[in-house]
């Protein structure tokens, strides 16, 4: 019972800060359209060339503007002083992380995907491209942020903040990345995309079975 | 020896650039790497020296 | 009761302080002295189990209290660890939330009355000044979850104004006197009323201090 | 707190004896690892090589350029294995806290990292004659290309930390995190890469001659032969550096250059 308090406890305290502070969700959204106008300036306006950048150019953004929460995870909490909490409590790390990490990728899939089809439109990408993209947006956000986790954990007391985050964190996200583009260029050749989802779906899965684990001993080593 | 003379063997049948590019990147590769070992060792031995004959703390 | 055996913390590879033995039952003022640097604060995090040894033990020999998931120790330490976006209130529900203990806002506000400043329940703390910061953090020296923790404070007078430190100097004094055990860094001279006072000198660590 | 309650560091006084035994012990046996392995990558690079460039015909379709593959596929695969024996040393490091697991892994990434690079920089040589671009976004170049990208995540960490005891343990964690990852992202690339190009020709998959075939053979061993070597070397490097730590904090062991 007292780990659903505790659980509980943590995911109210990250719905709070992010209603609380509108830069955690804003900023990574302005980012996102700003990557996603960038890209027809230096390939041209012709709807035909991009119409094929376009997948690849919104599903990066989206990862992109993502890593921007990465460094808030627990460094600020380190810099402050209230990490220290999820530390003493008697109550699994690796929950507590989880819970935290639940909070952080609704409170910024939700949007991300949300702006996803409206950015598409940069691109003249069809409805249905556009939609398949919202939905690989709205699963690659959360394995990013389990991904990132790690990373954000293990750079709490080290020099190198969110570059290195970037080195640590992007290669382990190239089968979402794989499977969440292709998913909307399979949509763009009018074939179904379902493979491409269930096995994005399934790098999720397997990032949300692992990652609290390892952002907990990540946290454990660095805070030590 | 399958080749004719030494300069056929430097030419590469007209690939040589490329072939002894890649061999010599891997020379570099393994030279370099052989000077940074003896550097990082001699250091090592020269701080641990000072640090044993310095003594006091 | 606390005990330490031989204790040494090392930080960048280098130990702060001498091998550190020393025993305290239960309301002894047990405070650490050193200069700055020597590891002070690092100790009390090892005392919280925020941080591990290099070698050497620390034992919290607890007697089973009543309270089922009541804490052994409470560090407040120099940062006050609290989110400026929240309230009080809110900062309050999420520390002893986190540890799976449901508090009413009955124990709030009366915790919070016990540093004098219940009236800022429901102001966002960033708004509040470093003084009333750190009686808010230190209110939490009052939770029920605390009822039996030995207090772990660091440095707790520092941004307090004279009144305060008189105040929380008793509440030290109350704690001692029902049997808890304080552990206290301070630089500033500040007497606290304890029967029994343990001092202990962090000294620098010397070769062949094995 | 569970951690406090009894904190009594027996898992460290475990430590105590092998952090300042093995280290210690094992600089001289490093050495003579290390000499055989000189001594081994040489003979074997040397007989590989004339084996290769003397012995072995030209290829029927590639020519000359195919010999190329001596260097280039043996580099890939050591890139690949010296990986999982970092990642090996990591987690026994983990899970026994020994600094000589950590000095280990710490020894291997940079070779590893270099045996990456020079497997791409070879590949692309290779491709240009044979497919007319440096760059082909075959499956397993694009892996090594991710691979080389673990290497250096893995060396950036490392370097972040001032505090080496620390630092040891985030990256020996970066390591298992991205070793974990290692197959799925394999399998990954090839499921795109043959969404995308179908299936491409694979250097070296043409049916090779058997001395072609013994040339690679040998080189691959020549390789893992020079990889354990400046491993022994980096460690030894670091059991001087280190051990001068231990010395400081009284350990009384003199430790012979």
Known sequence: MSLTVAARAVFVRELTLFARRKSDWANPLVFFLIVCSLFPFAIGSESEKLKLIGVGAVFVGALLAAMLTL????????????????????????????????????????????????????????????LTLAVSVFIAVPTLVLIGAIASA????????????AVLVLPLTIPTLIFGAGAALKVLFGQSPAAELALQAAYLLFALALCPLAAAAALRISTD | MIWESWSAFWSMGGRGFFVWGSYG????????????????????????????????? | MLELNKVVIERGG????????????????????????????????ALAGLTSVESGTIHWLRKVSPHKNSRTSIFIGHSNGMKDALTARETWAYNEGVDGNFVTDAEIEAALHKMGVASLIDRR????????????????????????????????????????????AQHVSAALARGALVVLTSHQAIDIVAERVLEIELTPWKRGDA | MARTEQQSNDR?????????????????????????????????AAVGLYIGFFRAPTDATQG????????????????????????????????????????????????GAIMAAVALWTGALWGRPTWGTYWVWDARLTSTLILLFLYIGYIALAAAFDDKKKGDRASALIAL???????????????WNTLHQGASVRPGSSSMATVMLTAMMIMTFAFWAYCVAVAMNRVRTQIIERERGAQWLGSGKGIKP
């Open chain 1, 71 to 130: 460094p808030r995870l627990f460094d600020e909490d380190a810099k402050d002083g209230s990490l220290q909490h999820i530390l003493l409590s008697r109550e699994p790390l690796a929950a507590l992380i989880l819970a935290r990490l639940a909070a952080v990728s609704v409170a910024l899939a939700l949007p991300l995907a949300i702006a996803t089809p409206v950015f598409s439109l940069f691109y003249a990408l069809p409805t249905d491209v556009a």
């Open chain 1, 154 to 165: 293990l750079l709490v007391s080290a020099r190198g903040g969110a570059i290195l985050t």
């Open chain 2, 25 to 57: 990147a891997l020379a570099i590769a393994v030279v370099a790497e052989l000077i940074v070992l003896r550097s990082a060792r001699k250091r090592a031995l020269e701080e641990s020296h000072e640090r044993s004959d310095g003594g006091s703390l």
């Open chain 3, 14 to 45: 280098r130990a702060l302080f001498a091998p550190l033995s020393f025993s305290a039952a239960g309301g002894v003022l047990v405070r650490v002295a050193g200069v700055n640097g020597a590891g002070k604060t690092t100790l009390l995090r």
């Open chain 3, 125 to 168: 703390v960033g708004t509040l000044s470093q003084g009333q910061k750190k009686r808010v953090a230190l209110s939490r020296l009052f939770s029920s979850s605390a009822a039996n923790a030995a207090w772990l404070l660091d440095e707790p007078f520092v941004a307090l104004d004279a009144a305060t430190q008189i105040l929380l």
């Open chain 4, 12 to 44: 460290f006084a475990g430590r105590w004896f092998w952090r300042f035994a093995s280290p210690a012990q094992f600089y001289p046996v490093a050495g003579m690892i290390e000499k055989i392995c000189w001594g081994l990558a040489l003979v074997l």
């Open chain 4, 64 to 111: 000359e350029v195919y010999r190329v593959i001596y260097i280039h596929v043996p580099a890939a695969w050591m890139a690949m294995i010296v990986y999982l024996a970092m990642a090996f040393w990591c987690a026994i490091g983990l899970a026994f806290g020994t600094r000589l697991s950590f000095m280990m892994s710490h020894a291997l990434a940079p070779t």
């Open chain 4, 177 to 191: 995190v991205g070793a974990v990852n290692v197959p799925i992202i394999y399998f990954s690339v090839q499921w």
